[in-house]
């Protein structure tokens, strides 16, 4: 997408949420089943990423003070700065919730008001709150008074054509303290259908008055990151799908804005040997049981493209396989190609 557009004019520079500089500015977008502690390291470790976050965590899980919550904290000290992204309706228990994660070490606070997956919004979370911004607002006060670090919000453009709202709610959320929005140019009746508009970007930059903007939405390789920069004048750019299985995506971005050259991809012993390490990392860390994690691997390891042009046969094995002793069976033999 806009592979034509030309990123050598455009240079990234630093951006700063509530005093956490994030250099450069491209950040990885909170994604369920996918950026959790391992995939976060490994995007850290290819270079480039400025800003990790988690998955979206339940504030009232967190509030509950349950086993299962505190399993779900796996974030650690070489991922800083990180976002710990948290869902919720209830002021006090979001506000409760934040105050938890907070002392647990996170940098930010981030709050999902973009999920469109059905069982959260029938809960009221998520984009539901975009149809309601009364209620958006007093969740994002609370959570702001409730602790000492940042707290920005995730929001997409509206709950659908008729019901625009991120503008009107950025207005809000920066004037009871929010220190940065993340704006994904789609609604949430959308889901990731059609094309992102990003002029909805550009508009919640022009509104506000002193928070940083990071853009979101369709950007797939360093010129669409430069294109949305330019178009928006957005203070960020979030990658997601386009990071799963190359978290390269944001050391290439980096290097072609700020050097205005393209580095070479890299090779698939390069990239097989990255998918061993998701996932042996991922079997060290993951609060789930092997099986589960592993079958949570499959999605992920298969968007590492370790099949010559043309084949299948290692991604057929791969989503059938049941151990991690299986994965690397299937993936070491590739680090000798």
Not at 32 to 53: P, S
Not at 89 to 97: G, N, T
Not at 228 to 241: E, F, H, K, S, Y
């Amino acid at each position: 997408m806009l592979a034509d557009f030309n990123p050598s004019t455009t240079t990234l520079k630093p951006m700063s949420i509530g005093g956490i500089v994030v250099d450069p500015p491209l950040t990885l977008a909170p994604m369920a089943g996918h950026t959790n502690h391992a995939f976060r390291v490994i995007c850290r470790e290819m270079g480039d990423c400025g800003l990790v976050c988690t998955e979206l965590i339940s504030g009232h899980i967190v509030q509950e003070r349950s086993a299962r919550s505190f399993k779900m904290f796996d974030w650690s000290d070489v991922e800083h700065p990180f976002a710990v992204q948290l869902f919720g309706s209830d002021p006090a228990m979001m506000a409760e919730a934040a105050r938890m994660v907070a002392d647990a070490g996170a940098d930010i606070i981030d709050i999902n008001m973009g999920c469109w997956v059905p069982k959260l919004v029938k809960k009221g979370a998520g984009a539901a709150l975009l149809r309601d911004v009364c209620t958006a607002t007093l969740v994002v006060g609370a959570v702001v008074r409730a602790v000492n670090i940042p707290v920005t919000v995730k929001v997409r453009s509206g709950w659908d054509a008729q019901q625009i709202t991120a503008v009107e709610f950025a207005h809000a959320a920066e004037d009871v303290g929010v220190q940065a929005v993340s704006v994904h140019g789609r609604t949430a009746a959308q889901g990731f259908s059609g094309t992102a508009d990003w002029n909805i970007i550009r508009q919640v930059k022009e509104a506000v008055k002193h928070i940083p903007v990071i853009g979101n939405g369709d950007v797939f390789c360093a010129a669409d990151a430069a294109k949305m920069l330019a178009m928006t004048g957005c203070d960020a750019v979030m990658i997601g799908r386009a990071a799963l299985g190359n978290p390269w995506i944001f050391r290439q971005t980096a290097h072609e804005l700020n050097m205005g050259e393209t580095l070479p991809a890299p090779t698939l012993t390069e990239r097989a040997a990255v998918a061993l390490r998701h996932a042996r990392l991922t079997i060290e860390s993951t609060y789930l049981n092997e099986r589960q994690a592993v079958y949570e691997l499959r999605g992920q390891i298969s968007k590492y493209h370790l099949d010559a042009p043309g084949t299948v046969a290692v991604r057929n094995r791969l989503v059938q396989a049941e151990t991690l002793a299986d994965i690397e069976f299937i993936l070491t033999p590739l680090l000798e190609e």
